[in-house]
Each structure stands twice: as structure tokens, then as C-alpha cells.
């Protein structure tokens, strides 16, 4: 069997008909530029053409359900090994997917509560039981004494209305002869019907036994409970000489209360089941509600003036809702010039929530009519929740949706389970106090549990399994998670780092893993167990290849290959490869020139020191920030640094951004709760550059979203040729009827629905894949034709138009962001987040900033080498330069020790996270080194300086 992967003629994409030898289990670390053609290797030949073998061994019936199988182009690759690939994608949009459902740890667990759970009492009567006949007769033989009086009582009725003058009969037929009603008893004689319009509780006599202890009185008992339990719904009352009464059920219900809960399932626990799920909020375990603040933003103004923000453009004119509502103001002589905030409580409660009360009022219609009503009046935030859910315009419904917010369901309390499921316990805590603990926690929480002999032998397997599947999270640095938290907030890091774990699990042998930067938010405390778990798997029999920046990573490698030299068409080559030392001692690997120093990103010789001007926020607790207080001195790189978990997002972006955001731009924006903000009056635009993507279909593309193809069409629009056939700029936009292909719609793929398969996409034949139809065609730019431009890359693009001042301005601002390497025309849809951040950031730098403009980041060195990082750095001190204030999430070093201002947070991640560990710069950062992991790390990368 050959120990090496053999690849020879590789052109996928930009590769240049490469050849390339891999060794077989190995960690190998494909390195290189942006775009110089690493996923093309990894993904697109090596992965794809493993998977491309393993479907070919498939039968063709499988083989249609599972996709299409294009082979790689490759000449050849010999060695190769079944492939999984651990990529970046996204987890999913389930609202429901949670860390522990996606790992399969929270099946586990459920299967634990159901199976060793202790069912409580909700109204604190203690432990629920629940018990066979067998197991109450010997209950009773077991309390009693030699000739003790025992009753065996049947619940009948509890606590209901009505005269039951047929129940009672009914049980006359059937022979009883005694009853206890409402607590006293009676012959069954004596009493034909109650009241009516009392509440009554009905207990059925069944038996009144003397003990003596012989097989007839045991056998009489016996009798006596199968027919109290029969009547009684698997209850019964046992009373011993009117003195001690206690209740037993043959279901799980309170031996007080009669709380009773269902029989004990795995999927009693599950928010995915209508068995498990809360019923108000469906397991989802919040809700949509209007928000009083975003219905009456400004409190300040009064109702005439503005304050109810639904109103604001129809008080005090014919609208009917505002006819309506000012019937309920007069009645209630609510003061409509009276500032909002000065109104009482149950001024604002009948504004917010109606009338209890039936009103007369009158309205008039546009036409004339008048209408006189008596009917209780809805308050304006009843009427906008019953609204929003009754309205079938999806228009009205998104109007409606922007004065609600997402709030914690008021009946689980958050928790997305039924009461019968929580109030099942173990260590005293219910299924999802465990699942809010942190990974790092519930390992703790399970290896700590004090259980019976009985139950640790029968939770023993899927103790196990709970505990494995933990470990390995913590293992690759996810020990701050908790199994609660949403899969839809996870980056795209985590959820590959989740993956990964999941594959340790299997404990395969023999397998090629590929991976896609698995170090993408990792601080560099948890970086070396990632690492040490990709060893850890090479170690048992498996070759890994990681598409990987991190120099850390780089440098434990087995085997290391450099792709470049440059991105695009100016790479797609090897330019070196060995050991680290092999790689770094070769003059000819830009990663060499890094990783052995011959090239470095300089630490700046001064820092600035701001403008003077500063944001403070105080009491900010939103997650898990401890009621921190923070400043943000302003006309500065500031970069927030910690832990992976330690509250960072929720600063930056929930906190600070969605705070300015509220403020200055848009009432209605999410925001996290803090106590208050100052600062905020002089920022003129907040520009928040996400990784979400540009866009959401195939025609969203780089060109557009910049506006350099808005210039490229004016340039094709004015051309001679295009002038003599009446060609406009709207000629060559592919989005429009015209000048595109209509059989693909200017897509350039046609979908063709498979019914019950998956729908399949092909090159439009008609087109041939180029979006637009012959005619727009033949309009040529230097023999070139606009397709042709779409398929440039931005360094060809920046070569071609040269001489067209606005075009290259727009193609220098995404070259200087380092994406020099991409399509014009590249689908929007297949950009990464890293991508995607870039491209924003080349946007906003066509615009002329500000003194009062604030640029909020979120780890934008993500999918980026040491040199392109160097060129963001410039970027960002150039935007700094030009007076506005730049703030980074970020955990790569070589951005941090370039910061005039660090945040750290910490110490940890979770629940040990969410305060302010050190501020300052990054050499009095490094002064904190025996609390702040950051500056331990940092301490190091200035030294060498």
C-alpha cells in the first residue's frame, strides 16, 4: 500500500497543471496567499476526487440521491484515501439546533433524565412517586398495626361544579355504599344532588377494613385498591384510623396536589416534540412581542407630539385606528399633550393594553358614514400583536415585526420544555440547568453526580458516552460553550471545530481528513489543544491536510506546502515544500520569508493618542458581561482582544454598536441592556463591516455590490458599437430583461426540479453559461466582451482598465484589501465571511470618512496569510489616519501588537468570562501577563522585536 498521496496534473481552477507528492498519515499544512490556489488543492481535487471514488463505488439508484459526482481536474492521483471533509459551513438556520443537539450529546442526556430522573413536585410537595398495587398493599401491611381501621378511598371528582346528581346515582347502581364529600362523609342514601355553583370534591369509599394480617384481609385489601384505582384514574386514598391519609398512584402524580406527569420518555425532553415542548412557546423558548420601547421610542414627547411612533403619521386625522384610539384617550381623559413619560401607570397600562371596560364611541368613515360602537377598546400594543399574526400580507407583517422584539417566554421562563419535563431532576438541577452549563462544567457536573447503585448501573452506558463526547469539545477548545447554545450563533470556526469533534468520536483509522482553517476564532490559549487533538488523530492511523494561516499550526506540522507565488492567475503553482525548517530555509516561499523573520509586520514606533473624545458605556450586562463599565477613546485602532466566549461579540457588537446604532440611526435596533451611554451625541455613522454575506443568489457578485460594474456597463453603454445598435447601460446588466440570456435569466445555470431529488443545476445551453445573449456579446471593450470582464480577476481588471480613472479607483480599494485574486463576476453566495468582510471594507473606503465615523469589525484577518494581513493592517491605519476610529474583534497577533488601544476580556470563556481583564496599549498589556492570557501571548511577539 502506498504511503503517499501522488497528485500529477492539477488544474482546478487556477492551478497550473501542478504535481505534487503528499505523505500518508502526516499532519500536512497547505499554506499560501489569499487565492493562490490552496483550496483549489485540498477541495476541489484532492477531497473532491475522494468523494468522487467513494460515490463511483456506489450503485447508480444511490448514486442519484447523493448528487452529482464531477471528476476533479486532475491527470491522475494514486494513494488516495476514503476523505471526509471538515469544512466551514454553517451549522444550519434551525432556530432549534442547539451545541447539544448537533453533537448528539443532548440525546444522550435526555435518555439519562428519562431513564434515573427524579420527578419533583412543581408546588413543593417533594418527590414523585409512583407505585404498583403490589407495592402499595405492601405499603399499607407495612404502616399498620393489629387491628388498626384502614379506609381505601377512590379520588371520584376534585374541586369541579355541578350537582353530579348522575354520578352519585351511577354509583349507587354500582354497589358503593359510602362517599366523602368535600371532606365529609356520607351514605349514599342520604344524598340525591349538591349545588350547583359550588366547587365539590367527590371521594368514593371503597373498603373499610379492620387489619388482622391473614390472607382474607390481605386479600380484601388487594381487591379494595384494584377497584379504588379502577375509579379513582390509577389513584388512591389510603386512611388509617382517621388519622394518617396518604395518597398513591400507579402514574407519576403528587401523593398532595395530584400534580401528575407522563411516563417518563426520552422524548418527554425533547422542545422538538409537541410530547416535551412548552406549549406557548413551542420549544423555541422566546417569543415575539410588541416592545413598549420601540412602540413609544422618545418618552420625552407627548401623544399629539409624536411619542406613539404607530401614530405618528395619522393622529389627529381621519384614520379609523386613530379614531379609535382617541375614543379610548377621551374616555379615560388620557392627556394627549401631556409628555409620555409624566403619565401613570394606569394611564400607560390602558394605552398599552385597552379598556377592561365597554365603550360607546362614534366613527367616521372617509366616505361620510358614521358608525356608533360598543365594544372594549384594544390597547396600541394588542393591536399590533394580534395584527402581526392575523394579517397574510407579508409586507404588513414585516411593518408590524419591527415594534417587536424577541423575548423570553413567560411560561418555561426560557427554558423551551413543558412543566412535566422540568420538573424532573438530577442533582436537583432539571435537563436544561445542565444544558446551560458551560462544556468545561458539565463534564464536572456528571463525573460529580452522587447516584444510587442501581441507577449508576443503568446510566453507566450513556454516562459514557455524555462524558467522551464533552471531552472531545473541550479538546479542540470548545469548553466555554454551553450545550444551549444556539448552532445559528456559532462561526464558522466552531461549528468546524464541533465537527471535528464529532470525527475524534468515530475513531476511525485509515481516513484523509481535510480541513479548512480549523484555528478560525481560537485565541491562542486554546490553539494548542487544537493542535495537540489534530496530532492526536494523525496518531492513530489518519492523514490530515489543513488549509491553514495560523503560524503556530504551521510550524507543528509533519509537512508543510506553500502555494503561490501570488493569488489568481499569479499563482496556482508549488512554491516550496518539506519540513517547516525545509519551507522556512527556502528564499523562494513568501511563508518561509515569515515564518523564519527574513519578512515581518513591524510593530508601530509610536501609538496614537486619539482625538480626545471618548464613548463610555456603564453597566453593560448583556450575555455574560458582568455590569462592566468601558471606555472607547475615539480617533484610534482599538482592538478587543480575550478568550474564544469571553463576552467579546456581545461588547463590540450588541453592546457598543447596537447601542450608537439605537441612538444615532435606528430606533428599532437591537441592542444589549446597558445602564447608560455617553459620548455617543458626536458619532455622525457607525459602519458595522459584518461577514454576512453580500448577497443571497447567484447574480450577487464583487462588481456589484462596490459599484465598479455600475462603471464598467457606463464605459460598454458608450461605446461606438454599442451607441449604433441603441445599446443603454441597462443593456448589459444581467438582472433585467434585454441584454441577458432569458432562458437562464442572466444566472448563466438553469435548475431543473427532480421532484422527489434534489434539483439539479446545469450550464445554460443556450448561453453556454455566460449570462447574456449574442448580441450584448458582440459589444467589445478591447476585444473583450462583458462577460470577459465578469471573468477577470480584480488584478487583471485593475491592468485592463488602467485608463479609466473612476474603474481603477474602485479596483485599487479591493486590491489594497487583498482581493486582488477575485472574479468580478465571482457568486456572491460562494464567498467565505472573510471574503465577504473585504469586500464591505473596500466599499466603505470609496467614501470620504470622518472625525465622527466609527468602523466596527469582527475578526476580519479571517482566511488570511501573514502578507495580506500586513496589507489590512495598512488599511486599517490608513483609515485611522484619515480620522475616524477603527474597532477590531480580533485574536491574530500580528493585528493586536498594531492596535493603539487593547480591551482584553476574560478571564475565561462562558460563565468565567465577560469582565474587563486590561486596557491600554500593547505594552501596558503586557504588564498584566499574570492575569490576562492575551499578554502572555503577546509578551512573547514583542520581545522579538
Known amino acids: 500500500m502506498s504511503d503517499k498521496i501522488i497528485i500529477k496534473g492539477a488544474r482546478e481552477n487556477n492551478l497550473k497543471n501542478i504535481n505534487v507528492t503528499i505523505p500518508k498519515n502526516k499532519f500536512v499544512v497547505i499554506t499560501g496567499v489569499s487565492g493562490s490556489g490552496k483550496s483549489s488543492l485540498a477541495f476541489n481535487t484532492i477531497c473532491a476526487e475522494g468523494q468522487r471514488r467513494y460515490l463511483e463505488s456506489l450503485s447508480s439508484y444511490a448514486r442519484h440521491f447523493l448528487g452529482g459526482n464531477e471528476k476533479a481536474d486532475v491527470d491522475s492521483i494514486d494513494g488516495l484515501s476514503p476523505t471526509i ?22 440525546d444522550y442526556i435526555r435518555i439519562l433524565f428519562a431513564r434515573i430522573g427524579t420527578p419533583m413536585c412543581p408546588n413543593g410537595h417533594g418527590k414523585i412517586e409512583t407505585f404498583t398495587t403490589k407495592q402499595i398493599q405492601d405499603k399499607i401491611i407495612n404502616s399498620c398495626k393489629e387491628n388498626d381501621r384502614i379506609q381505601i378511598i377512590s379520588p371520584y371528582i376534585i374541586n369541579s361544579k355541578g350537582t353530579f346528581k348522575n354520578e352519585l346515582e351511577k354509583l349507587k347502581r354500582q354497589g358503593f ?98 410530547s416535551g415542548m412548552c406549549p406557548y412557546c413551542k420549544g423555541l423558548g422566546y417569543t415575539f412581542e410588541p416592545d413598549e420601547e420601540k412602540l413609544v421610542p422618545n418618552k420625552k414627547l407627548t401623544i399629539n407630539q409624536g411619542a406613539i411612533d404607530y401614530f405618528k403619521k395619522t393622529m389627529n386625522t381621519t384614520s379609523l385606528d386613530w379614531q379609535r384610539f382617541d375614543a379610548l384617550l377621551k374616555n379615560y381623559k388620557i392627556d394627549k399633550n401631556k409628555p409620555f413619560i409624566e403619565l401613570n401607570e394606569k394611564e400607560k397600562k390602558i394605552i398599552f393594553y ?8 362614534s366613527i367616521v368613515s372617509n366616505s361620510g358614514t358614521k358608525y356608533e360602537k360598543k365594544e372594549n377598546i384594544e390597547g396600541i400594543l394588542e393591536m399590533i400583536k394580534r395584527r402581526h399574526t392575523e394579517t397574510e400580507s407579508e409586507m404588513a407583517r414585516q411593518y408590524y415585526s419591527k415594534y417587536l422584539s424577541e423575548k423570553k417566554c413567560h411560561l418555561c ?3 423551551k420544555l413543558s412543566q412535566p419535563a422540568l420538573c424532573v431532576k438530577i442533582e436537583n438541577k432539571d435537563i436544561i440547568d445542565v444544558t446551560n452549563l458551560s462544556v468545561n462544567e458539565c463534564v464536572d457536573f456528571f463525573l460529580k453526580s452522587k447516584l444510587s447503585k442501581n441507577n449508576e448501573q443503568i446510566a453507566k452506558p450513556a454516562l459514557k458516552e455524555i462524558i467522551d463526547r464533552l471531552s472531545f469539545l473541550n479538546n479542540v477548545g470548545l469548553g466555554y460553550l454551553a450545550l444551549s447554545r444556539n448552532a445559528t450563533t456559532l462561526s464558522g470556526g466552531e461549528a468546524q471545530r464541533i465537527r471535528l469533534a464529532t470525527q475524534i468520536g468515530s475513531a476511525l483509522t485509515g481516513i484523509l481528513y481535510v480541513l479548512d482553517e480549523p484555528s478560525i476564532g481560537l485565541h491562542q490559549k486554546d490553539n494548542d489543544k487544537l ?45 516550496s515544500q518539506g519540513t517547516p525548517l525545509e519551507v ?41 458581561l458582568k455590569n462592566i463599565d468601558i471606555e472607547f477613546p475615539l480617533g484610534k485602532l482599538i482592538v478587543v482582544t480575550g478568550v474564544s466566549g469571553s463576552g467579546k461579540s456581545t461588547l463590540v457588537n450588541e453592546t457598543f454598536a447596537g447601542n450608537i446604532q439605537k441612538k444615532i440611526s435606528n430606533i428599532f435596533a437591537d441592542a444589549a441592556p446597558i445602564k447608560s451611554i455617553v459620548g455617543h451625541q458626536k458619532i455622525d455613522k457607525l459602519i458595522i463591516v459584518s461577514q454576512d454575506p453580500i448577497g443571497r443568489t447567484p447574480r450577487s457578485n464583487p ?39 432569458e432562458k437562464c435569466c442572466g444566472d448563466g445555470v438553469v435548475c431543473v426540479e427532480m421532484h422527489f431529488l434534489p434539483d439539479v443545476y446545469v450550464k445554460c445551453d443556450e448561453c453556454n453559461g455566460k449570462k447574456y445573449n449574442d448580441e450584448t456579446l458582440c459589444v467589445k471593450y478591447k476585444e473583450k466582451s462583458i462577460y470577459d470582464v465578469l471573468e477577470m480577476s480584480v488584478d487583471e481588471a485593475l491592468i485592463f482598465f488602467e485608463n479609466v480613472p473612476s474603474i481603477r479607483h474602485k479596483l485599487e480599494l479591493m486590491s489594497d484589501v487583498g482581493l486582488g485574486y477575485m472574479k468580478l463576476g465571482m457568486q456572491a453566495t460562494n464567498l467565505s465571511g472573510g471574503e465577504a468582510q473585504r469586500i464591505k471594507l473596500a466599499k466603505f473606503l470609496q467614501k470620504k470618512s470622518s472625525n465622527n465615523t466609527i468602523l466596527v469589525l469582527d475578526e476580519p484577518t479571517t482566511g488570511l496569510h501573514i502578507d495580506d494581513i500586513k496589507k489590512l493592517i495598512n488599511i486599517l491605519n490608513r483609515i485611522v489616519d484619515n480620522s475616524s476610529t477603527v474597532v477590531v474583534i480580533e485574536h491574530n497577533l500580528d493585528l493586536i501588537k498594531c492596535a493603539d488601544y487593547i480591551i482584553d476580556l476574560g478571564p475565561d470563556g462562558g460563565d468565567y468570562g465577560g469582565q474587563i481583564i486590561a486596557t ?26
Do not use: W
Open 85 to 106: 471533509s471538515i469544512d466551514q459551513k454553517s451549522t444550519g438556520h434551525n432556530p432549534r439546533s442547539t451545541v447539544g443537539t448537533v453533537t448528539e450529546i443532548y
Open 177 to 274: 355504599l359510602r362517599v366523602r364529600i368535600d371532606g365529609i362523609q356520607y351514605s349514599l342514601d342520604e344524598i340525591n344532588e349538591l349545588e350547583k355553583n359550588k366547587f365539590h370534591t367527590i371521594d368514593i369509599i371503597v373498603a373499610r377494613i379492620v387489619t388482622h394480617f391473614d390472607n382474607e384481609t390481605i386479600s380484601r385489601i388487594n381487591d379494595a385498591l384494584e377497584t379504588a384505582l379502577k375509579h379513582g384514574n390509577e389513584k388512591v386514598i389510603i386512611n388509617i384510623n382517621d388519622e394518617i391519609e396518604t395518597t398513591y398512584s400507579k402514574k407519576h402524580a403528587c401523593s398532595v396536589c395530584g400534580f401528575m406527569i407522563p411516563e417518563m420518555e426520552p422524548r418527554l425532553f425533547s422542545f422538538n416534540s409537541p
Open 354 to 361: 385597552g379598556s377592561d371596560d365597554l365603550i360607546t364611541y
Open 413 to 415: 421562563n426560557g427554558k
Open 531 to 575: 493542535i495537540a487533538t489534530l496530532k492526536k488523530m494523525r496518531d492513530i492511523g489518519n492523514t490530515l491536510i489543513v488549509v491553514e494561516h495560523d503560524e503556530d499550526t504551521m510550524l507543528s506540522a509533519d509537512y508543510l506546502i506553500d502555494v503561490g507565488p501570488g493569488a489568481g492567475q499569479y499563482g496556482g503553482k508549488i512554491t
Open 584 to 624: 522556512m530555509n527556502d528564499k523562494n516561499s513568501l511563508t518561509g520569508d515569515y515564518l523564519s523573520g527574513r519578512k515581518k509586520i513591524d510593530v508601530p514606533k509610536t501609538r496614537r493618542s486619539g482625538n480626545g473624545q471618548k464613548i463610555i458605556i456603564k453597566g453593560a450586562t448583556g450575555n455574560n
Open 703 to 741: 462588481a456589484t455590490y462596490v459599484g465598479v460594474f455600475d462603471e464598467i456597463r457606463d464605459l460598454f453603454s458608450a461605446l461606438p458599437e454599442a451607441i449604433s445598435r441603441g445599446y443603454t447601460k441597462s443593456r448589459f446588466s444581467f438582472n433585467v430583461p434585454g441584454g441577458r440570456c
Open 920 to 945: 491600554g496599549t500593547p505594552e501596558q498589556l503586557i504588564k498584566k501577563i499574570d492575569i490576562s492570557y492575551t499578554a502572555k501571548y503577546l509578551k512573547k511577539i514583542l520581545d522579538k522585536k
